[in-house]
Each structure stands twice: as C-alpha cells, then as structure tokens.
C-alpha cells in the first residue's frame, strides 16, 4: 500500500500555478520524495525528487517542509498538456520499490 | 525520452495459451521493471532484474516470470494467460536502484 496521502483531484486554470500537496506521514530519514505524473494512457514520467532541501528543474519545483511530513509540487504556469494524474512518492532506504498510490488527477481547464 | 520499447503494444489471446512480452531499451541502464496497471490499483511491481539473469520477485508475481539474458531485453512472460491477467503493463529501467525510473509506452493485453 502506498504510504503517501493526496488529494483525489484538483482543478487549475491554464497559465496559473498548479501547486499538488502531499503528505508522507511514515517517511524515514534516507528515503526520498519522488514525484510521477501519468497523462492519459501513456507510461508515468517523471518530474523531480528530494531529499530535503527544495529542488527545481525545468518541469516543476518541489518544496518539502522541513519535518519532511508534506510536500508540494509546484507546476508555475500549468498548460492544458499538464492534465494528467500525479503521484507522489517515498522511495529509497529500505523502500527499495516504488510504490504507486491513486494519485491526484490534475485538470488544467482553459 | 529514454530509449524504451515495449512489444506487442496491443495483444489479445485465449485463456490457457503463452504469452510473452518483450522490452527493449537503448540506454545499458542496470535495472528493469514490470508493472502491470489495473482500475483502482494504481501500478503494482511484478519483477525486476538488477543485471543479466538477476531478477526478484514484485508484489504480484504468481503467474508471471521473466528473463533477461541481454542487458537491453527484459522479457515478461504468462505461462498459461488468465481472464485476470488482462491489464495494460509497463516496463521501466533505471540507471541503479533509488534511481529515478522511465517507463515505457505499455503493452495492452486483454486475454479471453
């Protein structure tokens, strides 16, 4: 089971900033925050992960408090391409698999 | 894109008959994955190979095996396919473990 909670869905509007929270309540010390999103019937791709401090890359950035207890993806200017349903999750240390919960749908309406 | 391939990309089959599915990637990447993707389960990890003729066991490996005699080809195969085997599975590589992962396009089966 997965061990990271989110929200079932979310809405945003195209050209605003998408920000998908998520709470890791069980998270230990080396495991990392990894997030995945998966557009309609394609293979999940991934975004970004982190240890602890807050990470950037060219699709999105990641902010995780400093308990490490919740994080928050944030896309700054979310297109409708964005659509998709994105996870979020623990992975390292003796999670050695990733571990895919039920996600959070993203709709980017117009 | 990482260079991952999955064939077939659609198959349907019979109950009871052989059914192999092959991956196939370009980046000497050390470890693969199987998943297999069903309504209300999210992706769940059937096996994976962290070298030639080294695989484990996921959390939903009765009624599959693998193989991998080449680092570029991961092959899933259902002995004897079942009505609960139709899913849409995905495989994925990653440079070592802990590492983040690709996936590949999947391969629909649908099995009768």
């Known amino acids: 089971d997965a061990k990271t909670t989110q929200p079932p869905s979310m809405d945003c509007a195209e050209g605003r900033a998408a920000n998908l929270p998520c709470n890791h309540s069980?998270?230990?010390?080396?495991?990392?925050v990894y997030w995945y999103r998966q557009i309609h019937s394609q293979g999940p791709q991934y975004i970004i992960h982190g240890l602890k401090n807050n990470e950037t890359n060219e699709m999105a950035s990641l902010i995780i408090t400093e308990d490490r207890k919740s994080s928050t993806l944030i896309l700054p200017h979310a297109t409708l391409r964005d659509t998709a349903v994105y996870y979020c999750?623990?992975?390292?240390?003796?999670?050695?698999?990733?571990?895919f919960g039920t996600g959070t749908l993203l709709a980017v309406q117009p | 894109d990482a260079g991952i391939t999955q064939s077939p990309r659609h198959k349907v089959t019979e109950t009871g008959t052989p059914v192999t599915l092959r991956c196939h990637q370009t980046e000497n990447h050390r470890y693969m994955y199987w998943y297999r993707q069903d309504p209300g389960h999210g992706l769940r990890l059937i096996h994976y190979s962290y070298g030639v003729k080294d695989t484990d066991k996921g959390e939903v490996s009765d009624g599959y095996s693998v193989s991998r005699s080449k680092t570029e080809d991961f092959l899933l195969t259902l002995e004897s396919a079942t009505s609960s085997q139709t899913s849409v599975y995905f495989c994925?590589?990653?440079?070592?473990?802990?590492?983040?992962?690709?996936f590949g396009p999947g391969t629909r089966l649908t099995v009768l």
């Open positions: 994925a590589i990653s440079r070592e473990t802990y590492n983040e992962q690709f």
């Open positions: 069980t998270i230990s010390g080396n495991e990392y």
């Open positions: 999750i623990d992975y390292g240390g003796a999670t050695n698999k990733l571990i």
